[in-house]
């Protein structure tokens, strides 16, 4: 039995559904396009609320960047080819619809110069040159648009790899001088794999024509086909690169997609002081640490505290400071009675917990309330230059977030502008430091 993509019913199949392909290209691409542009705001969301969760944990924070970053960049790129995409398809619909309204183009009724006729025919040609010319980029420009998008991933997942390799080794070895000559010698072969790799993309196969570089380049080849999962588009990828117009196409596309990114990561500079620089200083309110300003922005969340306004009329003052890991790991540094058997922190199946070997409540909850208690001595609160006593209960903010919950009281305080300067203590390596959490400035206006 002969295989599949032999059979002579197969081939003469395909030849039909490549005729009739610009149908299902347009059903996808409007489709693919109106789902595109709903999916950008709950991602925004979700990695907003995944950073709030992972600061401070400079592995997660990483790992999650890199994630929502090849995400964002691969939808923005799949959403810009397929719109160049319909507006080409509409642009040859409207050109086969006017053929068969005016059919081929006369020059001759258009009663120009030799001059202008002569080169109006040698660089436009018939119309139908002109449809098939459009069909072209139209089918190679629908390709290229999920091409761009395992290209875009392929980049991430190799950053990733190298992210990954780097804290293994520093998880095996450490500060150690055995842990910095693997991680230096992985790192260094790393990055020449991923310069050759590069360079033979960039160059389309350069690498792959010379003979004696590519004895060399091919085991390389192979070993990053497997990291950037290559070998998913890779027919995709050379049947457009035997094809001069698909070839002349992908080296300018890719380019020009790039700087496009980086042409939309460019911002406008409006002030030398007015920048994200002192975000975290006593002068500058950051929205996100009001909860009136973020409630009704579903991609904004808390990242260190927050009050209920920048203008307080109450004399009671909520408090609300995001929970962080860091701050129970500075607990168990204090009162190693309350490290657990099992330490559970980390990610679960959609908060199911299978464990049955759950510690008795009369055990459990002096434990909860001593570590409810040792907040005080991790959190520290200032009032201007003024310590506060404070008391925590544990709390889950409007936007769901967990942490701490205090409230002070304003009664004494006089009317005007104050500081709220949030710290708490740290671990690094075996000794204990103090971090700030926020610097919150509001006015106290009492009715």
Not at 153 to 181: K, N
Not at 404 to 415: C, F, I, P, W
């Amino acid at each position: 039995m002969h295989p599949k993509h032999e059979d002579s019913k197969f081939k003469k199949w395909l030849d039909i559904l490549q005729q009739e392909s610009w149908q299902l290209e347009l059903i996808i691409s409007g489709v693919a396009i109106l789902g595109l542009f709903q999916a950008f705001e709950p991602i925004i969301k979700i990695t907003n609320s995944v950073a709030a969760k992972t600061i401070g944990n400079s592995a997660l924070s990483a790992i999650s960047g890199i994630g929502f970053a090849a995400i964002i960049i691969c939808l923005l790129s799949l959403t810009i080819c397929l719109i160049i995409h319909v507006i080409l398809r509409g642009l040859w619909i409207g050109a086969v619809g006017l053929r068969y309204f005016s059919g081929d183009i006369d020059y001759e009724v258009l009663n120009y110069t030799d001059k202008f006729k002569n080169y109006l025919q040698k660089r436009i040609g018939s119309f139908d040159k002109y449809i098939a010319k459009l069909e072209d980029y139209c089918s190679i420009i629908f390709a290229l648009s999920f091409l761009l998008v395992f290209f875009f991933l392929s980049f991430f997942i190799t950053i990733g790899v190298v992210a990954a390799l780097v804290a293994i080794i520093d998880g095996l070895f450490g500060t150690s001088e055995i842990g910095e000559v693997i991680g230096t010698i992985i790192l260094v072969f790393m990055f020449i794999a991923i310069f050759l790799t590069a360079f033979d993309f960039f160059t389309q196969g350069f690498l792959k024509k010379k003979k004696w570089i590519g004895v060399i380049y091919f085991p390389i080849y192979r070993l990053m086909s497997r990291i950037t999962f290559s070998f998913l588009y890779r027919p995709l990828l050379y049947n457009l690169l035997d094809n001069k117009l698909g070839k002349r196409i992908l080296a300018v596309l890719l380019p020009v997609f790039i700087g496009g990114l980086l042409l939309f990561s460019v911002n406008i500079r409006e002030s030398n002081f007015h920048i994200d620089r002192w975000a975290n200083r006593a002068e500058y309110a950051r929205a996100i640490n009001y909860d009136d300003e973020i409630v009704d922005r579903e991609s904004a969340f808390v990242r260190g505290a927050a009050i209920p306004s920048k203008i307080m009329k109450e004399s009671a003052l909520p408090i609300f400071i995001k929970h962080r890991i860091a701050i129970e790991d500075v607990i168990y540094k204090i009162d190693s009675t309350l490290v657990p058997e099992n330490d559970e922190r980390g990610y679960e199946s959609g908060g199911v917990n299978f464990q049955f070997n759950i510690e008795d409540d009369s055990t459990a909850y002096p434990k909860f309330k001593k570590y409810i208690r040792l907040l005080e001595e991790v959190i520290t609160i200032k009032l201007d230059d003024t310590i506060m006593p404070t008391s925590y209960i544990m709390s889950h903010n409007l936007k769901n977030q967990r942490g701490y919950e205090t409230v002070l009281d304003l009664k004494d305080v006089s009317r005007g502008m104050h500081t709220l300067h949030i710290t708490r203590k740290d671990q690094r390596n075996d000794s204990i430091i103090t971090r700030d959490v926020a610097r919150i400035p509001f006015w106290y206006y009492p009715d």
